[in-house]
């Protein structure tokens, strides 16, 4: 089942690149009180004690390289919020971003960060997973020019070269914004630019690129000493969509352990929206190699945009992006969302 499991994953695939992968461990201990007249029960109790208290494991594949996307998970484990529910979670940065939604839909890992577009996709091939909570609430994805090129509004790109990353969905994006004004995909030229949009900008190579991440492109771009400017799909025509989720697989996404982890997560969000800076300095604690002017810009700009509760499910959300997908020709029907996405319980 698991060959033929991971020959229908190979057919689904991410963007993304890699970064060495992180482990903290978080152990929580109690011990009993021994009664005068139970010595032999009082001295096993702390051992009994520990034996229900150990923390449950699980392995948490990010999407991509750590950074302040994934800022809740990291806020949960250094504040101990995932200790709290009994957990001990290790958050892995993928080898291969490919890899988190199979490992996941195959049993060898617990939880995947993934996409909510790409989820329909996985859904629509039969993969196993379920949505379990959100990250990131709102799109990040993006179509991207310079102040200066002279494209004012999304009709100015008729004639104009757009670089992209990944065909597909973004092809599907760009095309549903440029009918909005009254475009099409044979108005620009489309040239793969693999994952450097911000270079191919600033060097000329294209006019516009879609795929760019709102809270790390437009910074990027500022820190070279130049403008950019952003064009929402949400704005054109697009439905509003998760851009990060959580993917458990689907025959263990009722467990209590997923509405555990989920919990956690939620403090961890509201510490750091509480509390910015005082996270910020977690982060960077947890990672040092990402004290940098690009993350710190980024941090910022993903606060406003975190799920403030990740447990919760909007079904007519997810039903409404399903039909825009199935109109786009990308997937063929619209399941159930409770065939793919659940709100957990602990029950």
């Given amino acids: ?33 021994c009664a005068a007249a139970g010595l032999m029960l009082g001295a096993a109790a702390p051992a ?9 494991k699980l392995t948490l594949l990010l999407d991509w390289f750590v950074n302040p ?4 998970l990291v806020v949960a484990q250094k504040k101990g919020y995932f200790a709290d529910e009994g957990l001990e979670v290790e958050l892995v940065a993928p080898a291969d971003p490919n890899d988190p939604p199979k490992l996941v839909a195959a049993g060898k890992a617990d939880v995947a960060v993934g996409y909510q577009p790409q989820l329909h996709l996985q859904a629509a091939e039969g993969l196993p997973l379920k949505r379990i909570g959100t990250l990131v609430a709102t799109p990040l994805n993006s179509l991207v020019t310079l102040q200066d090129s002279g494209i004012e509004t999304l009709a100015d790109l008729k004639g104009k070269t757009v670089g992209f990353s990944v065909g597909g ?7 549903t914004m440029l009918d909005s004004v009254g475009l099409s995909l044979d108005d620009v030229t489309l040239v793969n630019v693999n994952f450097a949009l911000s270079p191919a900008l600033l060097s ?21 000493g130049a403008s950019g400017r952003a064009f ?33 997560i939620e403090r961890g969000t509201q510490y750091l929206i509480n509390h910015p800076d005082e996270s910020w300095e977690l982060f960077i604690q947890a990672y040092p190699d990402l004290d940098d002017e690009l993350n710190r810009r980024a941090w910022g700009d993903t606060l406003p945009r975190f799920a403030l509760t990740p447990a919760a499910l909007d079904v007519g959300r997810y039903d409404r992006f399903a039909e825009y997908l199935k109109a786009q020709g990308m997937i ?16």
């Fill in 1 to 33: 089942m698991v060959a033929h499991l991971e020959d229908r994953l190979s057919t689904i695939c991410f963007h993304g690149v890699f970064q060495r992968m992180f482990n903290r461990r978080l152990t929580r201990f109690a011990a009993a009180a």
């Fill in 169 to 175: 969905f973004e092809d599907a994006l760009l095309g």
């Fill in 204 to 224: 000329g190579q294209v006019d516009a690129v879609i795929g760019a991440f709102r809270n790390f492109e437009l910074n990027q771009l500022a820190i070279e």
């Fill in 332 to 347: 063929d029907s619209v399941p159930p969302v409770s065939d793919y996405a659940v709100a957990p319980t602990r029950r």
């Fill in 48 to 56: 009994a004690a520990q034996d229900q208290q150990a923390p449950q």
């Fill in 232 to 264: 929402y799909p949400e704005e054109h025509g697009v439905p509003p969509y998760d851009e990060l989720i959580l993917l458990a697989n689907a025959e263990r996404a009722a467990e209590p352990v997923f509405a555990r982890l989920v919990d956690a």
């Fill in 69 to 72: 996307d994934h800022a809740p």
